[in-house]
Structures are given as structure tokens and as C-alpha cells.
């Protein structure tokens, strides 16, 4: 079905009107996991997961692959994972450092184009139907850049390459850890047809369970629905399942993609059973979110506050102002939220604040009276 590390015809020169585009999508292998053993050589070839300590009441950022044998993954709460694998190492994560990859990861990218469209430190969309240095096949510029990540970064990354975002997106997991591969226009259709309905890139579990009840369980299946079908049946989003079970997808690649939310959340050494020692928290927390609204420009009209409790109940409450939320604001906010909704009888192990529906801010005018 599909071809690792084939190179299609090159077609360098400008983008015709009737030419495809070449969308590459990169993801690194166990990005923060690779960079620790890349760093501290003890730590290859054993399972590693960077994160807080079982004793610190820590979750799992990334596993290591040899980590990931043991069933360890991201967001697993790190007394699981200890006992998963009673030899796992933990690492204490490093993201100043890891940023740092990241960018040395984009530079590579922005010598074959300018259209890099960043989804995390880890993961971006090239649009290379145009390239800087005219190579024409992005099947080639992908290897390249693996090359260069590998020989330059001692890091791994695998690569899909395709017609589109998302059908990259899922190339680019077929071969993991490492690998490349290629879905040609002439087989993307087919492909997509033979596709399990729970690897469709915005499938997530709940849905993919509701779909199969409803005996989608190929894109074949999905294929067979009306859109009107499909969003009477899972809202706007059956749209986007109606085009791309067709292999359509017509996003393009946005290097000024913007953040949808900004936020900070804190896990406790000792669960809070106290309403005083919780908001003392969250002055800490709406301070962070300010100063990382503040260092990328940002306001938001909505806050939301997210309470876990000790046995992992997690709770979400949101409040929408129709002018955008100052900066004193997200305390008195986030406080009141919690007043309202925290369950008292039950300790909380995790608060956080995310401020969404964000714009650039906006500029205050004195007003003047002339008289």
C-alpha cells in the first residue's frame, strides 16, 4: 500500500496550478526520552522515562522506547509506571534544553522551506511543493532532513510524505521509530479506504468506539455516510470525516499558526484538603499564566480551571467574559470557579489555569476632554 523511502518524480519550479502539493510531516522519535540518553550515555538502550518521581506523586512526560515495551506512556502517573518496570529510571525533565533542540530541529526544516508550520517541540508540517533548493521530491528532502537530524543531532525522526496533512500525518506513523514513508496520490484513496477507522488521524477512542457501533469500522465504511449524515451525527467535526475519508484535506500549511491557549497547572507533593492552601496555589498558577501571556502577546476572553482530585477525577470549569481578561482578573476568576465547584470533602492532587479564545492585546487609549 504504501512505499517507504520511495522518491516520486521530482517536479521542481513553481507550483502549477493543477500540480499536487508535497506535504512532509516530522515527528521525533521519543523526542525528550532521546535527547536524556543522547546526553548521558548510561542511560542508552535502557528504559527511561522523563517526568516526577513516584514518590513526588510525578506523572511520565515521554518514555523511552525501550520504556514503552513495558506499557509505560506519556501522562501515565509515575507510581504506575514504576510498577510496570521496577528497573524504569527517571529523569527530571529539562524543557529550556529541550526547546533548544527543537529549534536547532526547525532550522533544518527552514533550509528547504519557509512553510513550517510547528505542532509541538517534537512535530511540524513542511509544505514543499516549492523548495529552496529546487530537489523537487519531497520524498528526498524528507530523507535529507533525517539525514541531517541523525548526522547533526544524534536524534532520530520519522517522516511521512504525502498529498496532504493529514494523510502525512498518519505516513509518518506507519514506519516508527526511524522511518519514512510515502503515500503517492494514485494510492491515497485505496489506502484510506483500507484504513482501520481507530488510525484515523482525529478519531479518538470514544469515537471510534461510537463509530463501530454504528458499523464504521474502515474508511470504506465511513465513506458509505452523507455528510449531512455524518454531522447530525458527530456535529461540525463529520465535515472533516466526510472530505478525508475521500483523501481530501485542503489545510494548508501555516508557519504563523497561532496558539489556541496558554495555561499552567501544578501537581502536589501532598493533596490539598484545604480551600486557603488551594487558592494560595492558584496565586502561584494565575501568576505563571500571566507571564506567559505576557511573553507571547496574548489575551483571552476564557478561563478554565482544571481540578484533579487524588484518586485522578479530573473536573473542568469555564467562565467567558466578553472583554478580554486582565491580568487581575485570572485569580479572582480561577478563585471563584473554585469556591463554586471544588468538591470540599475531597483532596485535590492537581489545579490548573488556561486562558483560550485568545487575541493580540489590545492597545488602551486615554480618553481626552477638550474644553
Known amino acids: 500500500m504504501f512505499r517507504p523511502e520511495q522518491t516520486p518524480s ?71 509506571a514504576i510498577t510496570r518496570c521496577q528497573h524504569l529510571i527517571f529523569v527530571k525533565p529539562r524543557f529550556e534544553h529541550y526547546r533548544a533542540v527543537s529549534a536547532e530541529i526547525r532550522a533544518i526544516f527552514f533550509d528547504y522551506t519557509e512553510l513550517v ?56 506513523d506507519l514506519n516508527k521509530p526511524d522511518g519514512l514513508s510515502f503515500i503517492s496520490p494514485e494510492e491515497a484513496k485505496t489506502f484510506i479506504e483500507q484504513l482501520r477507522i481507530e488510525d484515523f488521524y482525529g478519531v479518538g477512542p470514544a469515537t471510534a468506539t461510537k463509530m463501530k457501533s454504528l458499523g464504521i469500522h474502515t474508511g470504506a ?49 501532598r493533596d490539598l484538603s484545604q480551600i486557603e492552601d488551594m487558592e494560595t496555589a492558584l496565586a502561584n498558577i494565575a501568576t505563571e499564566v500571566s507571564q506567559r501571556l505576557q511573553k507571547n502577546k496574548r489575551q483571552g476572553h476564557t478561563l478554565t480551571l482544571k481540578i484533579k482530585y487524588d484518586n485522578y477525577d479530573t473536573i473542568t470549569r469555564s467562565r467567558t467574559l466578553e472583554t478580554p481578561i486582565e491580568e487581575k482578573q485570572i485569580l479572582q ?29 489590545q492597545p488602551y487609549h486615554q480618553l481626552t476632554l477638550n474644553i
Open 10 to 80: 521530482p517536479a521542481a519550479g513553481e507550483l502549477r496550478a493543477n500540480q499536487v502539493r508535497k506535504i512532509i510531516h516530522i515527528d521525533m522519535d521519543a523526542f525528550y526520552a532521546s535527547i536524556e540518553q543522547r546526553d548521558n550515555p548510561e542511560l542508552r538502550g535502557k528504559p527511561v522515562a522523563v517526568g516526577g518521581l513516584p514518590s513526588q506523586r510525578g506523572a511520565v512526560c515521554a518514555a523511552s522506547y525501550e520504556a514503552r515495551k513495558y506499557g509505560i506512556h506519556s501522562a501515565m502517573p509515575s507510581r504506575s
Open 221 to 269: 465504511d465511513l465513506k458509505t455516510w452523507t455528510q449531512a449524515e455524518l454531522t447530525q451525527t458527530f456535529g461540525k467535526v463529520g465535515s472533516y470525516y466526510y472530505r478525508v475519508a475521500r483523501a481530501e484535506d485542503n489545510r494548508p500549511v501555516n508557519p504563523n499558526r497561532i496558539r489556541k491557549s496558554i495555561g499552567a497547572e501544578r501537581s502536589f507533593f
Open 333 to 361: 476568576i480561577a478563585t471563584r470557579l473554585l469556591s463554586l465547584h471544588v468538591e470540599r470533602d475531597r483532596p485535590v492532587r492537581l489545579l490548573g489555569i488556561t486562558v483560550s479564545n485568545l487575541i493580540a492585546p
Open 117 to 172: 508550520e510547528p505542532l509541538s517541540l517534537d512535530e511540524a508540517y513542511l509544505d514543499v511543493s516549492v523548495d529552496k533548493q529546487g530537489i523537487g521530491s519531497a520524498v528526498a528532502i524528507a530523507k535529507q532532513i533525517r539525514d541531517r537530524i541523525r548526522t547533526d543531532l544524534q536524534l532520530t525522526a520519522s517522516a511521512g510524505v504525502s498529498i496532504n496533512k493529514f494523510l502525512a500525518k498518519i505516513a509518518s
